[in-house]
């Protein structure tokens, strides 16, 4: 198997443009991200009709309100998923495998 270079990387395809829209969200306490300038491609991976998704991983740095990130995702396996308290929303879970400033 080969690994793709970041330089392979296609922004096009492979990232997503998000925005931190929550810091720390009160059901998991972790980063959400909003997805809908790429709301096609996201519900495409997902295959669910959200675009708004509590995210793990996120660098702390870039962890910051109303940031405009591009993010490379992934959906978790079932048996990697988690529950969280019942306060707030509760949103569906991604991993990030890499993020950028935008």
């Known amino acids: 198997m080969s690994c793709r270079k970041e330089s392979q990387l296609n922004f096009d395809s492979d990232y997503f443009k998000a925005k931190v829209v929550l810091a720390s969200d009160v059901s998991c306490n972790l ?41 490379l995702v992934k959906t978790l396996k079932p048996e990697e998923e988690f529950p969280c308290n019942t306060l707030g929303i509760a949103y569906p879970h991604l991993k990030i495998l890499d993020a950028k400033n935008r």
Request: aromatic share 8%.
């Open 31 to 71: 980063p959400v991200l909003d997805f809908s300038e790429d709301s096609t491609a996201i519900r495409k991976l997902t295959d669910r009709k959200n675009v708004v998704y509590s995210v793990l991983s996120l660098p702390q740095n870039l962890t910051v309100q109303n940031k405009d990130l591009y993010v």
